[in-house]
Nanobody, 127 residues
Framework: QVQLEESGGTLVQAGGSVRLSCAAS????????MAWFRQAPGKEREFVTG????????EYKDSVKGRFAISRDNAKNMVYLQMNSLKPEDTAVYYC????????????????????WGQGTQVTVSS
């Protein structure tokens, strides 16, 4: 079992930056694909970005490319999401997710592909 806990959510003005953290416990993240999803009010949860087990391969939702950056520190069992140039439409609850896959370079974008989830952290971007 992997337990995930997000932190760093806050209220920020448009154009600002926020860094989210995801702390994992229970097992080493060395063998897991990690991803960030988000869910805005009244909308379905959507894929934002993901990173494979080694950190070599990443995927991003088109609307966040060039603004968001995912990273991981396997030694610390941590995953991060640096969000820059935030827009009001980035307002959502952000979730960290893990998928056991120690081999491939694939980063799935469907939530059903992920085995473990955190409780989420709220990011609100004011205009």
């Amino acid at each position: 079992q992997v337990q995930l806990e997000e932190s760093g959510g806050t209220l920020v003005q448009a154009g600002g930056s926020v860094r989210l953290s995801c702390a994992a416990s229970g097992r080493s993240l060395n063998f897991y694909v990690m991803a960030w999803f988000r869910q805005a009010p009244g909308k379905e949860r959507e894929f934002v970005t993901g990173i494979n087990w080694s950190g070599v391969y990443t995927e991003y939702k088109d609307s966040v490319k060039g603004r968001f950056a995912i990273s991981r520190d396997n030694a610390k069992n941590m995953v991060y999401l640096q969000m820059n140039s935030l827009k009001p439409e980035d307002t959502a609850v952000y979730y960290c997710a893990a998928r056991h896959d120690p081999i491939s370079m694939v980063v799935p974008d469907r939530e059903g592909e992920y085995d473990y989830w955190g409780q989420g952290t709220q990011v609100t971007v004011s205009s």
